[in-house]
């Protein structure tokens, strides 16, 4: 289509955006801080909700991870308000089985962090511990589809960075770095 | 969201709806078999149009790759109607460089015929040969962005379904199995 | 490398090398069903071992899947008899958190039967159930870094082709196609 | 196996070792570099060699990227020297066209840095411009299945960090950020 000559593309509006929309689907960053310490409490049990929310939102300054944060949110409350085409609205609304553009997103959010980070996707997506239950009530009149996928993908993510800064860490008191 | 009892996926719901809505966006099976053709025909030069044609029927029989139609040209038609929120309504109907999920869609298409098919979605996808030209059209009113890379996945496929079919082919020269 | 000039890739010895190394690396296709009936019970309780080892079968046919079961028991085997270079020796012998071709690889074999298989993979991945446990067994002489990802990887397509062909039966339930 | 209970990743043998393979294998920073100039030199006139290199640097400075590197380079050397198993080894010797494990560890490389350089990856892997056409001289004694595809892959996301950065830099220009 005749693109506006005026578009700048304006990152602080795409970042803000993200934060935005999640708070206002019901997901905070506390919440998927609680999916990283499910996570990993075995391998780290002195980590805290803290450190877990400060990787959580590293992982949301990403702009894959921006993206589709908000191309999955949008396609759920398209679906929520009736306003796709059928058979995709169907398709959303009933989280069928087959279809698997969820899934598809969040692995675009996983890969940031690497190939470490599928394991504890797949966990979380299948446990669904936390918000993932709430996201998942199919007796509310939301749609979460997209959501619930996205959210367990910031978790695993975040699980990632987290592995490589504790490596870091650890390699660094064993020997220190020289000035 | 409360979910219809009644909900059953009719699979052949969704493959006639493939097919529609690439029609319906501009796009035949010949045009996506003539992209075949320029990718393969350095390799197969006797590679016939129709044979291309049953390649590219045969990709989108797939419910992978069907899902990855609708939603990308669902998206695509809302951009055209400016009914997405903004910022992800001026990303996708500028074709905004650093928004990805348009590849990522098409990746998964490409995906289903295994990673031989990436090098001819990145060069389909950079050359923008024979409908791909069309759907870029920046000075056209419609929205493409998702399409043409999602075309440019299909024909990537279709590419390696035939080489996949060749290679058995030549075995069963070279070879005939026995009885 | 100057290529022999009668080089014919042979299908048939490359589905049955798979299927061979698999077995003399300790993996059988009734182990690998017995991962398709623990991630699928509570969905189809009716599901035998033997139609879930066709499955396991069926993905086994399938090229890109061969390739990833070769070359992740190839560097397995090299890891054990100690042939790979150093770092790389030391990170697959020892399994490293932070080297994920492993994980690569086997989300190459999930990949072909589209996203859905991503959350099933992920789940037994983490779990280890069954000859994943013993796969994993870190007190053993062998090195199966990349065969117990490959293995749960496996069963994940298999599971994912149960979902669609049992869709299909549905399908055909409901309303009988014409002839 | 038994493992080492003195193994500790250190992460800086890694890093180096992945830069002196690199070079082993006949591949400087520059002539990677060169790569992202053609691939970027219509979008950035302006652009320097110097500054494809700083990004071709950061690329690497990724366990992931590095992880690909040290693998892939290590069952080209294994290949070169006949010391893997039939029939992977004619496979991998004779860069075989249904392999792609090859693209799946370049996808790897590229996926650090989203999904906007599968395009680039594509282009340049068919294209073989530079030291990639060196590399794929099938009359050399040489195998570089792999490399080949990895090194066309660090010059895609090389150049998916370039027009993130880009961005970034144009962003500061019309809209100074408050200090």
Redesign the interface.
């Known amino acids: 289509?005749?693109?506006?000559k005026l578009?700048?593309?304006?990152?602080?509006?795409?970042a803000s955006?993200t934060r935005e929309w999640l708070l206002k689907r019901g997901v905070t960053i506390t919440q998927i801080a609680e999916l990283v310490i499910f996570l990993q409490k075995d391998y780290f049990p002195e980590l805290t909700l803290e450190e877990c929310e400060l990787n959580v939102e590293a992982v949301l300054t990403?702009?894959?991870v921006q993206?589709?944060v908000?191309?999955g949110i949008?396609?759920d409350?398209?679906a929520?308000e009736g306003?796709?085409?059928?058979?995709?609205q169907?398709?959303i609304?009933?989280?069928?089985?087959?279809?698997?553009?969820d899934?598809?997103?969040?692995?675009?959010i996983v890969?940031?962090y690497?190939?470490?980070g599928?394991?504890?996707?797949?966990?979380v997506?299948?446990?669904k511990p936390g918000i993932l239950k709430q996201l998942n009530d199919?007796?509310?009149?939301?749609?979460h589809t997209f959501l619930d996928d996205i959210v367990g993908a910031i978790a695993a993510s975040a699980s990632s960075r987290l592995?490589?800064r504790n490596?870091?860490e650890?390699?660094n008191r064993?020997?220190p770095p020289l000035d």
């Open positions: 289509m005749p693109k506006s578009y700048n593309l304006n990152s602080q509006t795409v955006a990403k702009r894959e993206n589709a908000l191309t949008q396609l409350i398209l929520e306003k796709l085409l059928p058979p995709l169907e398709m609304e009933n989280d069928e089985g087959l279809y698997g553009c899934e598809i997103l969040a692995l675009s890969n940031v690497g190939s470490i599928f394991t504890n996707f797949g966990y997506d299948k446990l199919k007796e509310s009149s939301s749609c592995a490589h490596q870091a650890r390699e064993i020997e």
